[in-house]
């Protein structure tokens, strides 16, 4: 397949577009740095682009049969100040209106545009299975969510099929939120947040880019799609077996009123604090299986290996 790929030196995007070259597809990158994403995957074509205007690359859209766009300021990373909750929201909406305008613009269509969302769409939900037709939840990430949801919707008035996959926490070397999770581990003062709860939506990232290919590969996926694993832990239980991967203790709880201070109460409660019992239901019955669907093996695989 010819592919268009938008964030694809980042985290998710990078091991994602490592695994399209080795199945021999033709891959175009869509980056902020083209010499980056040049020297990172000689293999594929690349093109500087802002998110939001149009150059070049919006020819490539013509000739391709999909588009997937995983660009998005960081979520994680800075305090939530209203500057960077505004860029995390006007890097989503710049990106995602920018790859509509090209499919817009485009001779031939792409079959398939898979655009990144997030299980923040659900809010807090500590009771229940959460499916992807359960209701919008409250807070900053499930307003960011629909928003980005519904920009990536408006492919379908071309004829191109939209999914949305609904990430959960992404477990992963070297980057994402496994890495900032380790220190106190490796300090021995790991533990979990809060009351320790709390539902943690967990995917080993061979899983996120083994869902993605999937979803390219299987016309009947459409909509939004969680990608989380089927074992479903509590936070409390996630950090226990995080300890026990990394021979430490898992005694320390962090207070949340502390995470309040630290982060911000908004920050805190719905990064660490909230949690959803996300079950993968349309991936399940489409026939997707986990590579990774415990977390001991998964922890094992990133933390031992």
């Not at 992807?132 to 099929?161: C, I, N, S, T």
């Not at 300890?243 to 805190?268: D, E, N, T």
């Not at 409660?269 to 998964?298: I, M, S, T």
Request: contains cysteine; proline residues 5%.
């Amino acid at each position: 397949m010819k592919l268009i790929v938008a964030g694809g030196t980042g985290f998710i995007g990078s091991r994602l577009v490592n695994q399209l070259l080795k199945a021999n597809h033709s891959v175009t990158l869509l980056s902020r740095s083209q010499e980056k994403a040049r020297a990172a995957f000689p293999g594929a074509h690349a093109f500087r682009w802002d998110a939001k205007n149009l150059s070049e690359w919006k020819e490539t859209v013509s000739a391709s049969d999909g588009v997937i766009n995983l660009a998005g300021a960081s979520i994680g990373d800075h305090r939530w100040t209203d500057e960077h909750k505004r860029a995390v929201m006007e890097s989503r909406e710049n990106s995602t209106n920018a790859i509509i305008r090209a499919i817009a613009d485009s001779r031939v269509k792409p079959k398939v545009l898979i655009n990144a969302s997030a299980v923040g769409y659900y809010g807090n939900a500590p009771e229940g299975d959460v499916t992807e037709d359960h209701p919008k939840g409250e807070g900053f990430l499930a307003m960011v969510v629909e928003r980005w949801e519904q920009v990536a919707r408006g492919a379908e008035q071309y004829g191109v099929r939209v999914v949305t996959p609904r990430f959960g926490i992404v477990l992963g070397r070297n980057g994402g939120a496994l890495e900032k999770m380790l220190l106190p581990f490796r300090m021995f003062v790991g533990g979990a947040f809060g009351s320790g709860r709390q539902w943690f939506p967990w995917v080993h990232i061979d899983d996120v880019v083994g869902a993605i290919i999937f979803a390219l590969e299987h016309p009947s996926l459409s909509g939004p799609v969680n990608v989380a694993a089927p074992e479903h832990v509590t936070t409390k239980q996630f950090c226990t077996a995080l300890g026990k991967a990394m021979h430490r203790p898992s005694w320390a709880p962090v207070p949340g009123l502390a995470l309040k201070v630290l982060l911000g109460g908004q920050m805190a409660e719905e990064l660490l604090l909230w949690g959803q019992r996300v079950v993968p239901k349309k991936l399940l019955e489409a026939g997707y299986r986990f590579k990774f669907a415990k977390l001991d093996e998964a922890l094992r695989d990133i933390v031992v290996r």
